[in-house]
């Protein structure tokens, strides 16, 4: 399937900044993952701009890997999720959602792509299926044995743990963090067809009631934990520790220092054309579309050089 398109297992590695994957097991899958999570970003600047892509699978790794984009969970996913098999793992997507805060009413429409790595045993995990996740923004470096019980991660910023879900039958529930600040994903156990898919990427990107229409954003996870710029607010996120800040300076600063440890490469002046772009976010757009135009540029050199 990533043929269809063009693009190579090689070329995909690459992007990952890996010139080779061994064979299917659960270590070169955590790999694979932690790979794809620090170097392909997840964003919704085409929303923003009015002019979403589509989210075929083999055209969303076309511009993971030709043209150092990212994306959400469509077609993060769904990119991923072609990589794997074409690499020899066993994979099956599932129907995803993605449910607001506790205190609102859960439900059963389709907003989130899962994908399930069967055939991968270990001595901690003799039944072998993994949630691989590459979509969720800030969501754990490393895939979630499908069983009940809290992930043993004591470095990830967040902690992870699966329940049966109350919401689809035979299907599980995904907890990220804990006390009033909770992710939760519900997972069915039926695959979602491409005409659904379409018809709920349709929704989020055009409906004044999804966030992905009311608010640009970008975020991107490392070892430690993981930045998360929304709107004008760039967080950082470790564990046990959240710094937030809305001054654009300092995130210019921060994007610039990750870059120049790993490629030298110094994005003074490119970086203080962004800091000039979002100060003028909400007062022209204009200046959305200058941004757009820059942060591919970023993106791209990230996705040549890695972070």
Request: hydrophobic share 35%; glycine share 10%; net charge negative.
């Amino acid at each position: 399937m990533l043929a269809k398109r063009g693009v190579t297992v090689g070329d995909y590695l690459a992007r990952l900044g890996l010139e080779a994957s061994g064979p299917p097991s659960a270590d070169a899958l955590a790999e694979l993952q932690a790979r794809h999570l620090e170097r392909v970003v997840f964003e919704n600047l085409e929303i923003q701009r009015g002019r979403p892509t589509t989210v075929d699978y083999a055209e969303s790794a076309e511009r993971i890997v030709k043209r150092g984009r990212g994306g959400y969970c469509f077609h993060l996913n769904g990119a991923f999720g072609l990589l794997l098999e074409a690499l020899g793992y066993e994979v099956t997507r599932r129907r995803g959602t993605v449910q607001p805060p506790p205190a609102t009413a859960p439900g059963r429409h389709l907003n989130h792509l899962v994908v399930l790595v069967h055939g991968l045993p270990t001595g901690d995990h003799p039944e072998g299926t993994w949630w691989a996740e590459v979509g969720f923004g800030d969501g754990s470096l490393r895939p979630l044995a499908l069983r009940a019980g809290v992930a043993p991660f004591e470095d990830e910023p967040h902690t992870y743990e699966l329940r049966p879900s109350p919401i689809y039958a035979g299907g599980w529930r995904m907890l990220q963090g804990g006390g009033d600040d909770v992710g939760i994903i519900d997972v069915d156990t039926e695959e979602p067809q491409a005409a659904e898919i379409a018809a709920a990427h349709e929704h989020l990107s055009t409906s004044p009631e999804s966030g992905f229409v009311r608010t640009a954003t970008f975020q991107r996870r490392d070892a430690r934990g993981a930045d998360i710029l929304r709107a004008r607010t760039l967080s950082r996120v470790e564990r046990d520790a959240t710094q937030t800040t809305d001054n654009a300076t300092i995130l210019a600063g921060s994007l610039d220092d990750k870059r120049q440890s790993v490629s030298g490469v110094s994005l003074d002046e490119e970086m203080t054309n962004l800091v000039k772009f979002q100060r003028g976010y909400q007062a022209s757009s204009r200046a959305l579309s200058a941004m757009d135009e820059m942060i591919d540029q970023l993106i791209n050199r990230t996705g040549k050089v890695g972070l």
